[in-house]
């Protein structure tokens, strides 16, 4: 299985959901709070070029936010990035 991780705050909709997903397809992942970390959230910045949560990454593919990651599942390539 891929090693997922993401940047998200506490009461984003987007965050929440994208961690619903996960969760229900048994897919353990690293979450990174950005609430009230400035170091950290400069650190999803630089990587993602993106200042909106979530940022999700699976292995070293950075593939966006909860929009893409639904993209993903309702395309059905979800689970073979996941290596489910």
Known sequence: ???V???ST???PYCIQAKR???SKGVEFT???VDSDHQRRMEMEEKSGAYTVPQIWIGDEHIGGCDELYLLEQQNKLDGLLGL
Do not use: G, K, S
């Open 10 to 12: 506490r009461y984003c």
């Open 21 to 23: 997903l996960l969760e």
């Open 31 to 33: 979450d990174i709070p």
């Open 5 to 7: 991780t993401l940047y």
């Open 1 to 3: 299985m891929a090693n």
